[in-house]
Nanobody, 115 residues
């Protein structure tokens, strides 16, 4: 199973980015898919998660109302729409997916928010 992130980049504070995570298998196979991030010198943290049927989502408090996670099983892709970006959102963003007890990770995409 491979997960490949894309869509990261440099954006000014207040701007938007949409991250994508393309899976090598049908995303309907995953029980849960999620976005994590890791800023320099900090631990990796869960940003948002979505269940297989897209019927449940969960967000880090600091991104609620600004970020939206979604998945398109027909395209085998998960997304993270990030609006009103802040300097603190600067990090490497990782796609993660779980099948039963096995976790899969992408290699990450850098998001840098500038003032």
């Amino acid at each position: 199973v491979q997960l490949v992130e894309s869509g990261g980049g440099l954006v000014q504070a207040g701007g938007s980015l949409r991250l994508s995570c393309a899976a090598s298998i049908t995303t309907s196979s995953f029980n849960v898919m999620a976005w994590h991030r890791q800023a320099p010198g900090k631990q990796r943290e869960l940003v948002a998660a979505i269940t297989g049927g897209s019927d449940f989502t969960n967000y880090l408090d600091s991104v609620k109302g600004r970020f939206t996670i979604s998945r398109d099983n027909a395209k085998n892709t998960m997304y993270l729409q990030m609006n009103s970006l802040k300097l603190d959102d600067t990090a490497v963003y990782y796609c993660a997916a779980k099948i039963r007890s096995i976790n899969y990770w992408g290699h990450g995409t850098q998001v840098t928010v500038s003032s």
